[in-house]
């Protein structure tokens, strides 16, 4: 599904509850996220859509480097020549998108909260076991970037030791990644939370790191999971910070 102008020129792309964003700008386009493999194609028909070309492009940002969000990242760098930008702590796992470390058993975790199942099923049947990691990737700096819609970059750990959030001063949003989501894939539980600790390192320091999305004070926050939250990236975090670890 696509949902254009989610907030001032960025569009969202979902399949499966994962998401992706495509930022728009005069002087090109910014992808964030690549999602699952087969959102390249919505991807391409939301470029068409708004009368945009693949090859205006200029690379795409990896909030961090799980599978659900390498998605696509190779296949369109192969295909264009695009670079992948990732923070250098989550390098290894963009090339290894599903060797990563977590506070609990992943794969027992979602029997104990069965609101997950659909879900997950869903992700599954939608290539999540499937994807390839992205090897060529360039250290995603942590600062203002000159990139279409100018975002800022924070480091924002504990989901992974690499998490990014992507703030976009001039459009009042920031893209959250899986710092701070709206619907949690292991629990299925929605609102503003958290991931759970089946695919978080570090729940405290996911925690802490919530004050980064908070100190954006933007109105629109757009997970990685879920519906954008237009309530304001304080309120989101209060929400998440009440729901605490899980």
């Known amino acids: 599904m696509i949902t254009h102008d989610v907030a001032p020129g960025i569009h969202l792309i979902t399949r499966a509850h994962v998401n992706c964003y495509v930022v728009e700008d005069d002087d090109g ?39 659900d969000h390498v998605g696509f990242a190779r296949g369109a760098q192969h295909e264009l020549g695009i670079p992948v930008w990732v923070h250098a702590k989550d390098m290894p796992l963009a090339a290894h998108p599903y060797r990563y ?19 997950l099923g869903r992700m599954v049947t939608a290539g ?24 800022v970059a924070f480091h924002t750990p504990g989901h992974t030791d690499g998490h990014c959030i992507l ?3 001039d459009r009042d949003a920031v893209i959250s990644g899986d710092a701070l989501v709206t ?9 503003p939370q958290i991931v759970a600790s089946a695919a978080t390192k570090d729940t ?8 980064a999305v908070a100190a954006t004070g933007a109105t629109i926050v757009l997970p990685g999971h879920g519906e954008p939250f ?6 989101a975090v209060q929400q998440a ?3 605490g670890a899980h």
């Open 167 to 169: 703030h976009f001063p």
């Open 128 to 151: 999540a076991l499937r994807i390839k990691g992205v090897e060529q990737t360039t250290a995603l700096d942590v600062k203002a970037l000159d990139l279409p819609g100018l975002p």
């Open 101 to 119: 470390a977590t506070e609990r058993n992943r794969l027992l975790y979602p029997f104990t909260h069965p609101k997950s199942l659909p879900v």
């Open 183 to 191: 619907l949690d894939p292991y629990t299925g539980n929605r609102g």
């Open 29 to 67: 386009l910014l992808l964030v996220d690549a999602g699952l493999p087969k959102m390249w194609h919505e991807v391409l028909e939301a470029l068409d859509y708004r009368g945009r070309r693949p090859d205006e492009i200029r690379g795409i940002a990896l909030t961090h480097g799980h599978f």
């Open 204 to 211: 405290a320091q996911a925690l802490q790191s919530l004050q």
């Open 241 to 243: 910070l009440r729901a």
């Open 230 to 235: 237009s309530g304001g990236a304080q309120a």
